[in-house]
Structures are given as C-alpha cells and as structure tokens.
C-alpha cells in the first residue's frame, strides 16, 4: 500500500471520543499521514453535556490554506466532518479545490444531525452548505437523518425500502459520486448500509446493538476512509468499518459510567487486523 496523505477537518471536542479526537487515531492506525485542520475547539461535545465551550476557528483558515499552497502541499484525501460555522463552508470548499492533489478524493460526512434533529447551532443555512460541501465530493456518508436535512425529506422512525430507495435517488442528484447511507434499519436486528455509486445500488448489513452511542458516526467514518485509502474496495471498507463499530460498541455496553462516549481505543488492533485480511 503506497503511503498517503489525508487531511481531516473536523472539531476537537475535547472530551468526547468524537470528531478529531477519533479521526486522528484512526485513520493514523490504518497506516496514513494524517493531517488536521481543526474547525472548533470545544470543551466537550454537544450531546448530553451542558455549559459546554466552543470557540470556533474558522478564520484561521484562509490563512493555514495559502501557508500549506506556499509550501506545495497537496492531499491524497481530504476528510471533512463536524465544522464549526456556515462561514466555514466556503473556506473548505477553497480548501478542496485548491489543496487536493489531481487523484484525491474529497469524502464528505456531513455530520449535523441525528435523531431527527439537527445538533446544537445548526439551522437552514447550515444544511445548504453542508449540501453544496458534499456536491463537491466523490463519497459522502450521512446517516438517515442528515440524508434527510439534505434533500429536504420528512424525517421517518419507521421506513420501507422505498422510502430509502427514494432518499438514496435524491442524495445522487446532489452527490454524482458515492452515496453511503448509514444505519438503514427495518427490524430489531439488523443494521444496513447501503452504497450507492454509478448505477449499482448494494448493502452490507451487520448487526444492530440497542444502545446508541455517541461518537459511532464519526468512527464508521474514520475508519471507511482509513480502510478506503488502504485500497479496500468500497464495500469492503465499509464492511470493515461497520465491523470496527460494532466492536467499539460492544467493548463500551457493559460500562454504563461511560455514556458520552464509545470505547473506539480498545478495539484499533481489530481494525489493523482486518486491514490485513
Ligand atoms: O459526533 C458528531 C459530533 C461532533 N462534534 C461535536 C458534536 C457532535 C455531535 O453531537 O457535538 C462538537
């Protein structure tokens, strides 16, 4: 595997076990310089804490993107999850155009919402530069919720394949690359995530663990890009980081102190394992 380099911008909740401090380790761990642009600092993530802090950074990108163009600097990935502010959108957008070398693959999670809802401090603005984001990339992950946020679709608990099948169709009318629909479930059971590129629809289906915990978004994501650099194919990298959640998950259920959070940690040399495989 040729050594690559991928940028990931996305928060530093500093407590949390999501965003950065997840993507950092992980796609590290898969074997990849791994280059960050930090969106926000915050003291924790938005979920369950109170009286968090956010101090958003936004402008310092323009100027750490004209440092790394003067350096020659150019990625073979560049990642993006939470961001801190809409501004942001068009700095990123900058960033993609002018920081990806000719090959790189620009891989969009628009991590804005779950559940239904947006997270704290997202609005309407938010979502369409979150959809302009990810006209510009070749994969993008959402999971149900944000898929629906982005093609304007009514957020449903429950669902057929056809409501899914409609949601994938209008996702591909705003990404032309591969869409990567997370947590499709129709029973207890079962988790899907359907992959959607050029005219083949397909789905890998694992196991579903009641409890839902924070941070496995950002895991799934970290680890599929990590596993996709690594020159897996698509469905095995998703596979491979749908495995590495569920692991991750199954590591944390038994401690019920630890409930921001998901025990990624315990489970890296799982995921080195199945790079191997
Ligand atoms: O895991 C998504 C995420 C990332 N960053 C921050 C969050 C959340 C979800 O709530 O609050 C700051």
């Known amino acids: 595997m040729a050594y690559k380099r ?8 500093c407590l949390g076990q999501c ?19 930090p969106s926000a600092v915050l003291s924790t993530h938005t979920g369950g804490f109170s009286g968090y802090t956010v101090n958003d950074l936004s402008e310092d990108f323009p100027a750490i993107k004209n440092h790394w163009l003067k ?6 990935a560049i990642y993006t999850g939470y961001l801190g502010s809409t501004k942001q959108i068009q700095y990123v957008s900058d960033i993609f155009d002018e920081l990806k070398n000719k090959d790189g693959k620009i891989i969009v999670d628009p991590a804005m919402a779950d559940n239904g809802k947006l997270y704290w401090g997202f609005d309407d603005e938010y ?5 302009y984001l990810c006209s510009k990339a070749d994969i993008i ?19 057929d ?14 990404c032309s690359g591969c869409v990567i629909l997370t947590g499709v479930s129709y029973n207890d059971a079962e988790i899907h995530v359907v992959i959607s590129d050029n005219d083949s629809t397909t789905s890998y289906v694992h196991k579903r663990i009641s409890q839902s915990y924070h941070g496995t978004g950002d895991i799934f994501s970290s680890a599929f890009v990590g596993s996709y650099m690594h020159d897996k194919t698509m469905f095995d990298a998703v596979k491979i980081a749908s495995d590495y959640t569920v692991k991750c998950i199954e590591n944390t259920v038994d401690d019920t102190s630890h409930w921001y959070g998901t025990k990624f940690e315990t489970a890296i040399k799982d995921l080195v394992a199945m790079l191997s495989e």
């Open 6 to 13: 991928i940028l990931t911008i996305q928060d530093i909740s």
């Open 19 to 37: 965003s950065m401090t997840v993507a950092l380790p992980i796609v590290s761990a898969c074997g990849h310089e791994t280059c960050i642009l």
């Open 71 to 76: 350096e020659g600097i150019s990625f073979d």
């Open 127 to 131: 979502v369409k530069g979150m959809a």
């Open 141 to 159: 992950l959402p999971n149900i919720t944000e898929a629906c946020f982005l093609t304007g679709t009514e957020y449903k608990e429950s669902y």
């Open 161 to 174: 394949e056809s409501y899914i099948n409609e949601l994938v169709s209008k996702l591909k009318e705003i």
